[in-house]
Nanobody, 123 residues
Framework: QVQLVESGGGSVEAGGSLRLSCQVSGDRNTFHIITWFRQPPGKGREGVAGVWNGGRNTLVRESMKDRFTITLDNAKSTVYLQMTSLKPEDTAMYYC????????????????WGRGTQVTVSS
């Protein structure tokens, strides 16, 4: 079993920054990919950024590459999502999820999910 616990969300003004954390515990043999997703109010869930291969590979959604960065601290078993220049449209519940293989930014086949952390950006 795998547990993911998100933290670091909050309310910020447009242009501000936040760093989200995803603490991972459990059987590391059951997953190789950890990805951040977000779900804005009334909309579907979309992939934001993923990390795999022990942190050596990362992928950030093209529209967010200039503002968001994903990193993995293996010693702390924590995945970070650094978000800068935040916009009101970044307001969403942010989740981290883990799976063994597959398309990184697609929510399909992700087995393990955290409960999420809320990010609210005001204009």
């Amino acid at each position: 079993q795998v547990q993911l616990v998100e933290s670091g969300g909050g309310s910020v003004e447009a242009g501000g920054s936040l760093r989200l954390s995803c603490q991972v515990s459990g059987d590391r043999n059951t997953f190789h990919i950890i990805t951040w997703f977000r779900q804005p109010p009334g909309k579907g869930r979309e992939g934001v950024a993923g990390v795999w291969n022990g942190g050596r590979n990362t992928l950030v959604r093209e529209s967010m590459k200039d503002r968001f960065t994903i990193t993995l601290d293996n010693a702390k078993s924590t995945v970070y999502l650094q978000m800068t220049s935040l916009k009101p449209e970044d307001t969403a519940m942010y989740y981290c999820a883990a799976k063994r293989t597959g398309t990184i930014l697609s929510p399909a086949d992700y087995i393990f999910w955290g409960r999420g952390t809320q990010v609210t950006v005001s204009s």
